[in-house]
């Protein structure tokens, strides 16, 4: 229900600034990237009795730090800003157990080798009113599709979470700014944060082409009656960003 109230009141926002015909949209933006991903926390899948609070790293192997493609569109008017962006991370690795673990109702004999692997393909439509020259504030719809995989043993959930968001941005000379952005979901026991901060660089060959380098955080728990996933992702950010 939310997901749909959401989508409806940008569907009638957007029609209603094409109605002014005032000549306010000023900005379309193509932006892709790759993020640098150190991933730590744990997982826990399966019911209460049936699972162990696995570490991904020191019980499940998997390497944590790996990149991650983004790609994110936004298109800007002089007081709002509409925005999708999609983002992929797929971390593997391999452990010998030091000790019996459960996963999916499945027990694993210490000392065994298991294979693991973890991905999350993220979505997020955003909208965004400039309040001042610098701050804006609005809302966040999330999608996410996690996977986890121990031994051919898959495991997917698909959750959708909204959030609130703000974005600063202040120039610091021309051509140059400092901008940072952060969300969050403020209801749900599921519930993520997010967090960045950076700069733009407007290249002087290319006259509609900035680059983008900063450093994200993201904070995804995923809490239901069998699912129990605590994880961080944080790394550098790298891309760049065509205007039109």
Request: aromatic share 12%.
């Given at each position: ?25 000023f900005q379309t933006q193509a ?214």
């Amino acid at each position: 229900m939310i997901k749909k109230n959401f989508l409806a009141f940008l569907l009638l926002l957007t029609t209603s600034l094409y109605a002014q015909n005032d000549g306010n949209f000023f900005q379309t933006q193509a932006e892709i990237g790759l993020a640098r991903s150190n991933l730590s926390g744990h997982i826990s899948i399966g019911s209460d009795n049936n699972s162990s609070r696995l570490d991904i790293k020191n019980d499940l192997g998997i390497n944590g730090s790996k990149q991650g493609l983004k790609a994110m569109l936004t298109r800007s008017t002089t007081h709002h800003k509409f925005g999708f962006k999609v983002e992929k991370y797929e971390h593997s690795g391999s452990k010998k157990l030091s000790q019996n673990i459960l996963y999916n109702g499945s027990q694993y004999a210490n000392s065994s080798l298991i294979n693991s692997e973890i991905s999350m393909r993220w979505a997020k439509a955003k909208y965004r009113y400039r309040y001042t020259k610098n701050f804006s504030l609005g809302l966040d719809i999330n999608g996410m599709r996690f996977k986890t995989i121990v031994n051919d043993d898959e495991v997917k959930k698909t959750i959708v979470m909204p959030a609130i968001g703000v974005d600063y941005e202040k120039e610091l000379e021309e051509g140059l700014n400092f901008i940072t952005k952060a969300s969050s979901t403020i209801t749900g026991a599921s519930s993520y944060r997010y967090a960045y901060a950076g700069f733009s660089y407007d290249l002087k060959v290319l006259h509609c082409t900035c680059l983008h380098i900063g450093y994200q955080y993201k904070k995804l728990n995923i809490d239901t009656n069998d699912i129990d996933i605590d994880l961080k992702y944080q790394g550098l950010y790298a891309g760049l960003a065509m205007k039109f």
